[in-house]
Nanobody, 124 residues
Framework: QVQLVESGGGLVQAGGSLRLSCTASQRPDSTYAMGWFRQAPGKERNFVASISWSGTETNYADSVKGRFTISRDNTKSTAYLQMNSPKPDDTAIYYC?????????????????WGQGTQVTVSS
């Protein structure tokens, strides 16, 4: 498994921008897709975005397409979620996850490592 630590959460105004980071510690020979999920109070954890190990394949939830961008820098073992024009509905705890099979799935069960989460609050 991969140990994941998220950072970059906080309070942001609607229409602003925020970048989340997720740094992984893993065996040198491991490859994995990475994803972001979020959970708002009283709601289920939902998929936000994912990126393959190579970075050539990305997936986004319809609710964030065109506003959020996922990227990764394997030399730093870090994935990013650039959040542009966030809305109050984007307020949630954001979780980073790793898929050691690099399956391309966006289902939470495909991800076998999870971070502790970082709170993002978007004010109107």
């Amino acid at each position: 498994q991969v140990q994941l630590v998220e950072s970059g959460g906080g309070l942001v105004q609607a229409g602003g921008s925020l970048r989340l980071s997720c740094t992984a510690s893993q065996r040198p020979d491991s490859t994995y897709a990475m994803g972001w999920f979020r959970q708002a109070p009283g709601k289920e954890r939902n998929f936000v975005a994912s990126i393959s190990w190579s970075g050539t394949e990305t997936n986004y939830a319809d609710s964030v397409k065109g506003r959020f961008t996922i990227s990764r820098d394997n030399t730093k073992s870090t994935a990013y979620l650039q959040m542009n024009s966030p809305k109050p509905d984007d307020t949630a705890i954001y979780y980073c996850a790793a898929d050691s099979t690099d399956s391309g799935s966006y289902y939470s069960w495909a991800f076998d490592s999870w971070g502790q989460g970082t709170q993002v609050t978007v004010s109107s």
